[in-house]
């Protein structure tokens, strides 16, 4: 652990965190709250840059500097995706009674979320 290594983490983990901010308003701003679209769009998404970046890089890219490694899988995407917020609205959503709803947003999050991380794998895979 140098401390280029955690300056990287810490300026991805900032652009992260910022990203997560704006799409989560905006999506909550389209689609409401009556379910955490926001959340579950943004779990996604970052299911399907980390399966992309990481194939990229340890498949496809071997020239790219490790430094991306801490700027991006960790550091943005880490705080990008939001597991933590995820369990908190389905925790709501169970104390509220909407146990579908519940049940729904873990399936598709879960689903959706595996099947974005093979997308990105397959098209890192196909196209770099």
Known sequence: MTPRALLLVGLGGALGAIARFVVANLVAGWLGTAWPWGTFLINVSGCF???????AVT???????????????????GAYTTFSTFEYETALLVERGAWPRAL???????????LAVAAGTALARRFL
Do not use: D, K, N, Q
């Open 49 to 55: 840059a980390i399966g992309a970046f990481m194939t």
């Open 59 to 77: 498949e496809r890219l071997v020239a790219l500097p490790e430094a991306w490694r801490f700027l991006f899988p960790i550091g943005f995407v």
């Open 104 to 114: 729904g947003y873990v399936l598709a999050s879960i689903v959706t979320g595996f």
